[in-house]
C-alpha cells in the first residue's frame, strides 16, 4: 500500500502543477494581448475603398489617466481621404505632409497626406480604453501591410512609445505598433465597414474587464478543471488510506 499512497501523492502534485500552468498562462497572455496598442480589423484588401479603422487604447497604468493619444500614418504608402470620426470629450488634430510621388486617382493626382492624428483633452482612467475611428477613402494597393506608429501619454508625464516592429521567427517586441495587414483582393477580409458616425457611437470608454472577459472566462474554466483534478486527487489519496486502516 506504500507504493499507491506514494503514487496518489505524486499524482496530487502533478495534477496541481498543470492547473496552476494552464491558468497562469492564460491570465498572461490574456493580459499582454489587451495591453497592447491595435488596429481593427486587422486585415484588409489591398486597394480597399470606403472603410474605416479603430485604433483601440487601453490604459495600462494604476494612478494615471491616458491623456494624449498620437498615431503616425505612413507617407510612403498613404492612406487617401481620411476623416475623423468625432469622439464626446477628445479633440482630434490633423496633420497632413507633402507626398514625395502623388497618388493617381480618377479624381486627379493627390499630393497631400495625413501623417499623424493627436487626440487631446479627453482622459482614458485606469481599468479602462477607448476607441479612436478614422474613415478612409482608399488603402494603398502597393505594399502588403501598414504600421501605425503611436505615443501613449499619461497624466504623470509618462509616454509609452508603441513604435516597435515584430520580426519575422522573433519574439514579439514589448510595446509593438499597430500593424494593419494587406492582402489580395477577394481574399475573406472586410472592403468596408460601419460609417465614421456609427462608429463613434461605438466608441464609450468602456471597462478593460470587458473586454477581456472571454480570456478570463477561460482562465477561471481551467481553474475549476484544476481543483475537480485536487479534488479527485485527494479523493483517491484518502480512499487509499481507509483500505490500508482495514487492512
Not at 25 to 48: E, I, N, Q, R
Not at 62 to 86: I, K, R, S
Not at 137 to 148: I, K, M, N, R
Amino acid at each position: 500500500m506504500s507504493s499507491t499512497h506514494t503514487a496518489i501523492r505524486r499524482g496530487l502534485r502533478r495534477t496541481a502543477l498543470v492547473a496552476t500552468l494552464a491558468v497562469a498562462g492564460v491570465l498572461t497572455a490574456a493580459g499582454s494581448a489587451f495591453a497592447h496598442v491595435t488596429v481593427h480589423p486587422d486585415s484588409y484588401a489591398k486597394g480597399a475603398t470606403d472603410g474605416s479603422l479603430t485604433f483601440r487604447v487601453p490604459n495600462e497604468e494604476d494612478n494615471a489617466g491616458t491623456t494624449q493619444v498620437q498615431v503616425y500614418f505612413p507617407t510612403d504608402h498613404p492612406l487617401l481621404g481620411v476623416l475623423v470620426a468625432p469622439l464626446p470629450g477628445w479633440t482630434a488634430t490633423v496633420k497632413t505632409t507633402k507626398l514625395k510621388s502623388p497618388v493617381k486617382t480618377d479624381d486627379g493626382n493627390i499630393t497631400e497626406a495625413v501623417s499623424q492624428i493627436t487626440w487631446t483633452k479627453g482622459k482614458i482612467q485606469p481599468g479602462e480604453y477607448q476607441d479612436f475611428t478614422v474613415a478612409f477613402g482608399q488603402l494603398p494597393a502597393d505594399t502588403g501591410e501598414l504600421t501605425f506608429k503611436a505615443l501613449q501619454t499619461y497624466s504623470d508625464g509618462k509616454v509609452v512609445r508603441w513604435i516597435e516592429q515584430s520580426q519575422p521567427g522573433a519574439a514579439e517586441p514589448a510595446s509593438p505598433a499597430p500593424v494593419l495587414q494587406l492582402t489580395t483582393a477577394g481574399a475573406s477580409n472586410p472592403t468596408s465597414t460601419a460609417s465614421p458616425k456609427a462608429s463613434a457611437a461605438a466608441a464609450r470608454p468602456a471597462t478593460a474587464s470587458t473586454s477581456d472577459s472571454t480570456a478570463r472566462g477561460l482562465g477561471i474554466g481551467g481553474l475549476v478543471v484544476g481543483v475537480l483534478g485536487l479534488i479527485a486527487a485527494a479523493y483517491a489519496l484518502n480512499r487509499g488510506r481507509r483500505q490500508r486502516t482495514d487492512l
